[in-house]
Every structure is written in structure tokens, then in C-alpha cells.
């Protein structure tokens, strides 16, 4: 089972406008905008490493939702997207 985590979240600089946010990354100078979701994608990679089910399972309760095959699908495409953005890495199966 994949798992990721946020292993430099302590360095993005993250700012909050209204319900969406932006977080700079110092490594790739790059700034990207995040909706409350995707930040808290960050927040809960950052605490523990996470599987997509276990993410998903989180994300339903923090945002009262009723997760379903298409909600699992949209946070998988999120991960893919932030580990090739360098926001999160993939744990290595070793560990």
C-alpha cells in the first residue's frame, strides 16, 4: 500500500485568503494556489505519513463529506500532482 507524507511542509511558506491559500515553495521559487482541501492534504501529510484510503477516510470526516470512487479518484490525482510539484514525497517501501 502507498503511502506519502510532506517532508519539507516546515519550509513552505503558506498565507490565507478567504477559504484559498497560497504556498511558497522556497526549493522551486514556485507559488501555488490551494483551495481549503488541498491545504489540508498538506496539514495531514505533514502529521503522519498517509495511505490514499486512510487521506480519504480523514478528509471525509474533517469536511463532513460521503466519499465515494470519484472523491478517491480526485485525491489520487492531487497526490500525483504534488508529489511532481515536490510538496509531498511517496514513502519508500522499506520503510
Not at 502529521?47 to 470526516?61: G, I
Not at 460521503?66 to 511532481?84: G, H, K, N, S
Amino acid at each position: 500500500m502507498n503511502s506519502w507524507y510532506s517532508s519539507r511542509f516546515s519550509l513552505l511558506r503558506i498565507e490565507s485568503w478567504e477559504s484559498e491559500f497560497t504556498v511558497f515553495q522556497p526549493e522551486s521559487e514556485k507559488t501555488h494556489f490551494l483551495n481549503e482541501m488541498g491545504l489540508q492534504i498538506l496539514v495531514m501529510l505533514d502529521q503522519s505519513p498517509t495511505s490514499l484510503e486512510v487521506l480519504c477516510r480523514k478528509l471525509s470526516e474533517y469536511f463532513t463529506l460521503q466519499p465515494d470512487a470519484q472523491f478517491l479518484r480526485q485525491v489520487a490525482q492531487i497526490l500525483q500532482r504534488y508529489e511532481a510539484l515536490g510538496l509531498i514525497e511517496r514513502v519508500k517501501e522499506s520503510e
